[in-house]
């Protein structure tokens, strides 16, 4: 914990016990980094997989168990002020942050016959301006001289095309253009900014049929783990990786499209 020196990791979207998010928090909390999540159990709700209401307290409680300090809170990224209300709870309860990790997003199936304005405006809000402005909140408060870190997770957009989900594309690549911009702006105050496409990941949404599909395409035979985007993360936020920035790094198995 002292070679860490008390660092403070926001982790966003983190609602089931089984996604990416979680991982990430169980990742980070067993290095020794304080940790404070957030979750919108309304989303996950509407979703195919769903969600038990209490999964975000049994991962909160999961958590404390590894010795760290853990806050969280329910967020609706959508709304304008929650990057401000976020940036300070977590100062309330923490202290300043060093990492920000925008795991968050919002994703649903569409393509050009049947997309709407409503539909691409609920994409941007969150995978767009929520990222960007949480990015920017962060970093203006940043009071340390190093050791900074942004790292936003995105999905291979400009590995290949992604038919049937034409805003979420749309939106993620425009996080890959943020990533890299934003890295030039935030090197003077000592923040990296980076962003991880783990590829296709099993989280719960996968089904047989989609997991047989996929299989062949990974040459260690294997579907990704949310574990193996988390181990990632992990080496990004520490000190090894204080020279990395601006980059998009695609950490999913050799996946083959």
Known sequence: MNQLKEKIAIITGVSRLKGIGAAICKELAETGYHIFFTYWTEYDKKMPWSIDLDEPIKLKEELIQKGVKVSCMELDLTHFEAPEQLLNKVIEQLGYPDI???????????????????????????????????????????????????????????????????????????????????????????????SINPGPTDTGWMTESIKNELKPMFPFGRIGEPKDVAKAIKFLVSGEADWITGQIIHSEGGFRR
């Open 100 to 194: 920000l990790i925008n795991n968050a997003a919002y994703s649903t199936n569409n393509d050009f016959s049947n997309l709407t304005a409503e539909e691409l405006d609920k994409h941007y809000m969150v995978n767009v301006r929520a990222t960007t402005l949480l990015s920017s909140k962060f970093a203006q408060r940043f009071d340390k001289k190093s050791g900074g870190r942004i790292v936003n997770i995105t999905s291979g957009q400009f590995q290949g095309p992604m038919p049937g989900e034409l805003a979420y594309a749309t939106t993620k690549g425009a996080v890959d253009a943020l990533t890299i911009t934003l890295s030039a702006e935030l090197a003077p105050l000592g923040i990296t900014v980076n």
